[in-house]
């Protein structure tokens, strides 16, 4: 963005030692502590040159001191494709990329500064959305989702809703957007 980094860190290793390296070490361990804020989409298609501009240009634009932002592109075709979406929990499995936009403020920001991160944050998925395929992946909660029980598990949600109704019949395992136990009339989980 203009600036070399601070620091920078490359290693080749075999897959298996990747693999190793990616187990032992969690997410966010190389990553400023403080408040993280994330949204994220699966797209089927590459974006186009003009997407790729905005996403760019906001990752820069309006930046303040203590925050940092991330923009992590995954690749998901190939062997998760090979997989059949209701051969496992995940149901995904359609997707060219996963995008992570992701921004971490201070433990003590200030309100006007956790709403600076939020702010850049919605600039930055709706840079990209329209081409987005609007699931998104589990493991990164987004309290904003409209329809989260099917961004995150698709097809798949009445399965894994059944699952959880014989084996926490009771929901002692949740938390805001967890699997219910049974699903209500609309759809919406219970």
């Given at each position: 963005?203009?600036?070399?980094?601070?620091?920078?860190?490359?290693?080749?290793?075999?897959?298996?030692?990747?693999?190793?390296y990616l187990a032992e070490h969690g997410p966010g361990e190389d990553r400023p502590?403080?408040?993280?804020?994330?949204?994220?989409?699966?797209?089927?298609?590459?974006?186009p040159v003009e997407a790729i501009s905005a996403l760019v240009d906001n990752l820069?634009?309006?930046?303040?001191?203590?925050?940092?932002?991330?923009?992590?592109?995954?690749?998901?075709?190939?062997?998760?494709?090979?997989?059949?979406?209701?051969?496992?929990?995940?149901?995904?499995?359609?997707?060219?990329?996963?995008?992570?936009?992701?921004?971490?403020?201070?433990?003590?920001?200030t309100a006007a500064e956790r709403e600076a991160a939020r702010h850049w944050l919605?600039?930055?998925?709706?840079?990209?959305?329209?081409?987005?395929?609007?699931?998104?992946?589990?493991?990164?909660?987004?309290?904003?989702?409209?329809?989260?029980?099917?961004?995150?598990?698709?097809?798949?949600?009445?399965?894994?809703?059944?699952?959880?109704?014989?084996?926490?019949?009771?929901?002692?395992?949740?938390?805001?957007?967890?699997?219910?136990?049974?699903?209500?009339?609309?759809?919406?989980?219970?």
């Open positions: 963005m203009g600036a070399d980094p601070a620091s920078a860190s490359l290693q080749h290793a075999s897959y298996r030692e990747t693999k190793r502590t403080g408040h993280q804020f994330n949204k994220s989409e699966f797209f089927q298609r590459p974006l820069e634009e309006g930046r303040v001191r203590g925050q940092s932002r991330e923009l992590d592109f995954t690749p998901w075709a190939g062997a998760y494709n090979q997989v059949r979406a209701e051969a496992s929990a995940f149901a995904h499995r359609d997707e060219l990329f996963v995008l992570l936009q992701l921004v971490v403020i201070e433990p003590d920001a919605a600039r930055s998925w709706a840079s990209v959305h329209p081409w987005g395929s609007g699931v998104v992946y589990p493991n990164w909660p987004d309290p904003d989702l409209e329809d989260w029980a099917h961004a995150y598990h698709g097809t798949n949600l009445e399965r894994l809703v059944r699952v959880k109704k014989k084996y926490d019949p009771d929901n002692f395992f949740r938390f805001d957007q967890s699997l219910p136990s049974q699903r209500q009339g609309s759809g919406a989980p219970a």
